[in-house]
């Protein structure tokens, strides 16, 4: 009788505890079946590739078959849903009059992508919002000034020749198969330490530097496999997989040091060496002045300026977004238009010709002369078109909006604007998967929509750096064209992978033959 009393104690906290945690479980439940009817509904308007009943249609970003997304696009050429489980779905703009509605407003960034970047960029300008967002804009904007890129056009040049002479002495006289994806990314990392720190840092030589390149192509995969795998936008969940740890470790290495000469240096002890180089000088009356003006010398000015209002931390962030977001990106673009290029011989000789006629042997660039390259922008714009490395941005509606076509969307909602869609949408460019530069003559290019062509974004949050990426773009491959001619490699095309950027999967093998 007392033991069935004891039992009957113990028992009753169980049973309580089971009842609560069921009752909790299907509480989850009732929310998460209201919330995919709420989403059903909202979607309703705008028929999209069929997700799987669990997994939704995760396959069709996470599996990289860039032509499967094509004939999404083609099907679906306004804007489409993208399901990334039971429950959450994103909402996909690949039209022009989508894009202008949807970039007129002041949307805020949405909380998955830009959130899941702090750890590898911190809170800088690519992931901030409101008035926070407009100061750092307003405090960075000088940085990109005309007179400040031009320059830059000498640092550019000085590391773009340490990459060609790394070639010449690989090719010789004989046409040579060389992968040149990863030389490049290296080359774009020396101009970004040159221009943000001032620092010659032998990096395209020590592949002990290669640490930091793969580092940042690494943490970018782990971010957009999170992404797009709904259960992963859990921080709970996510921190108990290997990828969180893994990101873990790059995102140290990419805070605490950045790669100058033969060791490494915290990029907090860089600043910290400056602002007090800059204080002596002050103190002493030393007027004497750099070259150029770097990244670097920029943000501290702005931040004695700014007092409180622009702390160490966000000096870091930015130093560290304009390192990470610009080395990447610009990197890939120089890639691709030389593959395009490769596979263009006609327009490959053509910019050739243009180049030789406006820079002669190359011994030296202005910014004058990248101006006259019209041929050579037409180029580079279609190949930005073809393959965008910044393949979207996001929004979440802070308030309903309705689009050209009377379809509307309400609040919360999580908007992509594809910019790779965009720019391979049949129902916007004639024979999208054609390369051909005469899209961006002047005559043909004033007749298109004016939200037809985005690498950049537009509107008041467009790219900031659009400016200094062209400005690289163009002595890069002005330089490369003078000194090599490039062919493909048929047996090894690049094969388009979607990560945070479009990237090649295995590399972008290239014959180079110099030009004696």
């Known amino acids: 009788m007392e033991f069935a009393w004891l039992e009957k104690c113990w028992a009753r906290p169980f049973y309580l505890a089971f009842v609560f945690f069921l009752t909790l479980g299907l509480l989850q439940a009732i929310k998460f079946y209201v919330r995919r009817q709420q989403l059903l509904r909202d979607l309703r308007a705008f028929p999209g590739p069929a997700p799987h009943w669990f997994s939704g249609n995760q396959k069709l970003l996470l599996g990289g078959n860039v032509e499967e997304l094509a004939e999404v696009v083609k099907k679906y050429p306004c804007a489409f849903p993208i399901w990334l489980g039971p429950f959450q779905a994103f909402f996909f703009i690949c039209d022009p009059d989508y894009a202008r509605t949807f970039l007129n407003r002041t949307d805020p960034k949405s909380k998955y992508i830009y959130k899941f970047l702090i750890p590898l960029i911190g809170e800088g300008l690519l992931n901030l919002n409101g008035p926070t967002w407009f100061q750092h804009r307003r405090i960075i904007t000088p940085v990109f000034n005309f007179n400040i890129l031009k320059s830059y056009v000498n640092v550019m040049t000085q ?10 002495k690989l090719c010789g ?7 040149v994806y990863g030389d490049i990314c290296l080359m774009t990392l020396d101009t970004l330490m040159k221009c943000t720190f001032s620092k010659e840092t032998n990096c395209q030589i020590n592949s002990s530097h290669d640490v930091y390149v ?47 000469g033969d060791y490494y240096s915290t990029t907090e002890l860089v600043i910290q060496g400056r602002r007090k180089s800059l204080k002596d000088k002050k103190e002493q009356g030393n007027t004497e002045k750099r070259k150029y003006q770097d990244f670097l010398d920029t943000i501290l000015s702005a931040q004695a300026e700014n007092g409180n209002s622009f702390s160490d ?33 006609e327009h490959q000789e053509r910019c050739r010709e243009e180049i030789r006629g406006i820079l002669g042997d190359g011994s030296s660039i202005t910014w ?51 910019i790779w869609g965009l720019h391979r949408n049949p129902a916007v460019w004639e024979n999208p998967k054609v390369f051909d530069p005469s899209r961006f003559s002047q005559e043909n290019y004033s007749k298109r929509h004016s939200h037809s062509f985005l690498p950049f974004s537009a509107g008041p949050r467009n790219c900031i750096g659009q400016h200094f990426a062209m ?46």
């Open 159 to 168: 590391s773009v020749n340490v990459m060609l002479g790394k070639w010449e």
């Open 471 to 516: 400005t690289e773009l163009k002595v890069a491959l002005a330089l490369i064209l003078l000194h090599f001619k490039v062919a493909p490699d048929p047996t090894r095309p690049p094969v388009p992978s979607f990560q945070i950027l479009l990237k090649p999967k295995n590399g972008i093998y290239l014959y180079l033959k110099k030009i004696s």
């Open 313 to 345: 931390t966000d000096v870091h962030s930015e130093v560290n977004t304009f390192m990470v977001a610009g080395q990447d990106t610009i990197g890939g673009s120089i890639a691709w238009v030389l593959y395009h290029l490769a596979q263009n011989p």
């Open 214 to 260: 793969n580092g940042i192509s690494e943490g970018s995969k782990l971010v957009f496999k999170r992404l797009y795998t709904f259960f992963l936008h859990h921080d709970m969940i996510f921190k108990l997989t290997p990828a969180y740890r893994r990101l873990q470790k790059i995102a140290t290495a990419l805070h605490q040091y950045t790669v100058m």
């Open 368 to 418: 004058e002369q990248l101006g006259e390259m019209s041929y050579t922008t037409m180029c580079i714009k279609e190949s930005l078109r073809l393959t965008p490395t910044v393949i979207g941005f996001s929004r979440e509606l802070s308030k309903p909006i309705t689009f050209s076509d009377g379809r509307s969307l309400p609040a919360g909602m999580t908007v992509v604007l594809s």
């Open 173 to 179: 006289t004989q046409d040579t198969l060389v992968e």
